[in-house]
């Protein structure tokens, strides 16, 4: 009986989880309009795709965040490395297309 409670209460769990993880990736879509919409202002403007300096006020307060909310904070820099990485590419992509 308790191994059948167990195994339920981790089902719900995961199942929080999941729950998480989806809204976790709409958000993630909802950025990357964002990001798409910035590129092609950027493009319009002339401005440059990479920009050091705001990449860094982004990683370390993104870092800084997630180790307030108990995470580990450079865990949290590894993911926004990855969400800037795209960004950039995604950006230089849309900088490339013929207006």
Same mark, same amino acid.
């Not at 209460?9 to 999941?18: E, F, P, T």
């Not at 965040?65 to 580990?72: D, T, V």
């Not at 949290?76 to 490339?96: D, F, H, Q, S, T």
């Given at each position: 009986?308790?191994?059948?409670?167990?195994?339920?209460?981790?089902?719900?769990?995961?199942?929080?989880?999941?729950?998480?993880?989806?809204?976790?990736?709409?958000? %993630?879509?909802? $950025?990357? &309009? +964002? @990001? *798409?919409?910035?590129? !092609?202002?950027k493009?319009?403007?002339?401005?440059? /795709?990479?920009q050091?300096?705001?990449?860094?006020?982004?990683?370390?307060?993104?870092?800084?965040?997630?180790?307030? %909310?108990?995470? $580990?904070? &450079? +865990? @949290? *820099?590894?993911?926004? !490395?990855v969400?800037?990485?795209?960004?950039?590419? /995604?950006?230089?992509?849309?900088?490339?297309?013929?207006?």
């Amino acid at each position: 009986m308790e191994e059948e409670a167990t195994t339920c209460g981790l089902l719900d769990l995961r199942d929080r989880i999941d729950r998480i993880d989806q809204d976790v990736v709409r958000l %993630l879509a909802s $950025r990357a &309009e +964002v @990001v *798409r919409q910035v590129g !092609e202002l950027k493009k319009r403007l002339g401005a440059p /795709v990479m920009q050091p300096d705001r990449v860094q006020i982004v990683l370390d307060s993104r870092a800084a965040q997630g180790a307030a %909310l108990g995470l $580990r904070g &450079e +865990v @949290v *820099r590894k993911i926004w !490395e990855v969400l800037v990485e795209e960004a950039c590419r /995604v950006e230089e992509e849309i900088g490339a297309r013929p207006t």
